[in-house]
């Protein structure tokens, strides 16, 4: 029993903390090193980010992606034309805006979108 | 979220924000517990300044495992586990080289603690009676709050030898923190 007492004792002992003057330097130096940590992340994962993204632009770029797509949107244009103007009333089909560039600014839009999603789950992660 | 909710907010409130990325919490739970931690740390046997490394340390797995943290116990001896795994790691990687040396510093002060027994001392000065594994058991099993299992573990060291070191310590601080008592020589209520 003593020997339990003793012990009841020396864990409430332990559970006192003295009070450290420089505790607030302590939390802030801490809450600093938080901070450094999600900087350094943000930085790292946009420098890799951007090193993808040169590394796949080159890649694309030097397969001929572009030019082929290009030959392609080409081809099709008129038949999508054709088909889209079935289809919308002529007073909604855009003058002087040729149908494939906007079918390359719906790609680069979503591309944005796509890069918003990802950037909003890194920093969830 | 303004510091004024933060400081009167409960440490399982601050633990939902923080885990949802609010740093302004976890500082909020730096704050309130930091001491309590860096604390055991130099009880264990760190110094000051290292105490002072280990527990930020702690606080920063903290925050990043803090979804791990399920309430069962309180926030601060979460922490205090963590920060305890952390410096038991570090002192075994010192410790070959640094407990001879220690040990007979220990040996030392043992002599002076003998003669001043009668009077009470606080229990950091008691502490300072102990060798460094002496110290590291009884400050995880009593300070933070592990099993003698755990404790082995943690330390990758035999059961036995932890609860021996763990038996003759608390000798030594019943020596120093209540001279004159007779508390018998019953098992420990630490257990396995």
């Known amino acids: 029993m003593a020997e339990f007492m003793f012990e009841r004792e020396l864990e409430r002992m332990f559970a006192e903390a003295p009070a450290f003057p420089d505790a607030q330097l302590f939390a802030v130096q801490v809450e600093e090193r938080l901070a450094r940590g999600w900087t350094f ?25 572009l030019s082929r797509a290009g030959e392609l949107t080409a081809a099709s244009q008129h038949y999508a034309a054709a088909q889209v103007a079935q289809l919308l009333p002529t007073n909604l089909t855009p003058s002087g805006f040729p149908l494939g560039e906007a079918l390359w600014m719906s790609a680069a839009l979503a591309l944005v979108a796509v890069g918003l999603a990802l950037t909003r789950a890194i920093r969830e992660i | 979220m303004s510091d004024q909710p933060v400081a009167a907010a409960h440490d399982l409130e601050l633990v939902a924000l923080a885990a949802a990325g609010g740093r302004a919490a976890f500082g909020e739970l730096v704050r309130r517990h930091g001491s309590a931690v860096r604390a055991l740390l130099r009880r264990m046997g760190a110094d000051s300044s ?80 102990l060798t460094p594994a002496e110290r590291v058991c009884v400050t995880l099993c009593y300070g933070g709050g592990m099993s003698h299992g755990e404790a082995a573990a943690a330390l990758n060291t035999p059961l036995g030898t932890v ?30």
């Open chain 2, 163 to 192: 609860k021996s070191h763990v038996k003759r310590g608390l000798d030594k601080l019943r020596q120093r923190l209540a001279p004159g008592r007779d508390f018998g020589a019953v098992e420990s209520t630490v257990h396995g």
């Open chain 2, 50 to 129: 290292l105490a002072d490394d280990v527990a930020q340390d702690a606080f920063l797995a903290a925050f990043e495992q803090i979804a791990d943290f399920r309430g069962e116990g309180t926030f601060q001896a979460w922490v205090k586990r963590i920060a305890a795994r952390l410096y038991v790691r570090r002192w075994r990687r010192e410790a070959r080289q640094a407990l001879a040396a220690v040990a007979a510093e220990a040996e030392a002060d043992d002599t002076h603690a003998e003669a001043g027994a009668a009077n009470r001392i606080d229990l950091d000065e008691a502490l300072k009676a």
């Open chain 1, 41 to 65: 992340r943000r930085f790292l994962i946009g420098g890799l980010g951007a090193v993808g993204g040169v590394i796949g632009g080159a890649q694309l770029l030097g397969s001929g992606v």
